[in-house]
């Protein structure tokens, strides 16, 4: 089973390129070359930004920038984690393995290619959980140690579009279903060994789009499960050790109440829902959202699914897509490792900082 984010999304670029780009900024072309058209989707966005501009919030600081070529030998990579040392792990989903940048390194380097049952086959998501690395191929889930050495596979019999790992060793996935019914929920949870326990959340299994308006993003702490819907503008919050949904938050933008009718009138949104949230990370006390834009811009929310601040960086050439989000905690601020491609499909690892809010979350919005 290939990446089926990348092959959607490929399959778009081929008669419509819908990604998002960067305001104000263009892609990096060659002397004497023209800039590359915006894909209809990032010219909508756009445009809607420069209509209603308001305030972003926090300026990040970009720290890290690996570029494909200059410190990146990925070829496609599909998705990131890190760990609170910054250790940084990438999935290469066309180059069949893991990239690994250390701390501070100017360079992402692949991990020793394993052969046999440990060998990748078009690797998706990745997960961190004590020192030990998850991943999603076409043969389940593999766990590695971080020097690279295969552990072992777990069969989960799942197509997945995300997964997460919990601190008691429970998987839970957001699958990819062929002929969805209202009984299936939007999450699957799993024991260890790839085993269905329980289920969680609901589905709208809308025709025509394959189930796109359920894919999710997820991360959790603690009893917390985040989950941000990827083609709608909500993020939900459950315990999941209930399988109860906490809260539901609408993520407000600017330019997201008017952008379903604006893709409506292309051929790009005939064939796609557009893209509201590229990520989920959950962080101390908060639950972080990187947000489908032209540029780099997330959004803090308490565990009760308050806003809390937002973070933004316009300092990057355009960006045409993300593969992956990450955030951790630092000294007086917050560190965001964010995969981005560029208009000419060019992966670069991006590290950017930011102060901390001032307001100060409350005890009954703690976990």
Request: charge should be neutral; include cysteine; hydrophobic fraction near 40%.
């Amino acid at each position: 089973m290939r990446n089926y984010n990348v092959l959607a999304v490929l399959a778009v670029a081929v008669c419509a390129f819908s990604l998002a780009g960067c305001a104000g900024k263009s892609a990096t072309v060659k002397a004497g070359g023209a800039p590359p058209p915006l894909p209809p989707e990032t010219e909508i966005k756009e445009r809607l930004l420069r209509e209603s501009p308001t305030s972003a919030g926090s300026r990040l600081d970009v720290g890290r920038l690996l570029r494909n070529g200059e410190g990146g030998a990925f070829v496609h990579p599909a998705s990131l984690v890190s760990n609170d040392r910054g250790e940084v792990f990438i999935s290469d989903n066309n180059g069949h393995n893991i990239f690994y940048c250390p701390p501070g390194a100017s360079a992402a380097t692949p991990l020793p290619e394993q052969q046999g049952l440990g060998r990748l086959h078009f690797p998706n998501t990745i997960d961190l959980r004590e020192g030990r690395i998850f991943i999603t191929d076409n043969d389940g889930i593999k766990v590695y140690a971080q020097d690279g050495s295969f552990q072992r596979l777990i069969r989960t019999y799942y197509g997945i579009f995300s997964f997460v790992v919990s601190e008691d060793n429970r998987i839970y996935a957001n699958t990819l279903l062929k002929d969805p019914k209202d009984s299936d929920p939007l999450v699957v949870e799993m024991d260890g060994e790839g085993k269905r326990v329980s289920g969680f959340g609901r589905r709208l299994n809308l025709p025509g789009n394959n189930g796109a308006a359920d894919q999710v993003y997820l991360a959790t702490s603690g009893r917390l499960l985040a989950a941000a819907f990827k083609h709608r503008p909500v993020l939900q919050i459950f315990d999941r050790r209930e399988g109860a949904l906490v809260n539901e938050v609408k993520i407000e933008h600017q330019i997201f109440d008017g952008l379903a009718e604006q893709m409506a009138g292309t051929d790009a949104g005939k064939k796609t829902l557009p893209r509201y949230v590229a990520g989920v990370s959950i962080v101390e006390e908060s639950v972080f959202v990187l947000l489908h834009l032209p540029r780099i811009e997330v959004v803090e929310f308490t565990l009760q699914g308050k806003e809390r601040a937002r973070y933004y960086c316009d300092d990057l050439p355009t960006i045409g897509n993300y593969f992956g989000f990450d955030a951790r905690s630092k000294e007086s601020g917050y560190l965001f490792t964010i995969g981005v491609l560029d208009l000419q499909w060019l992966p670069s690892l991006v590290e950017a900082g930011g102060a901390k809010p001032t307001n100060q979350v409350s005890k009954e919005e703690k976990l």
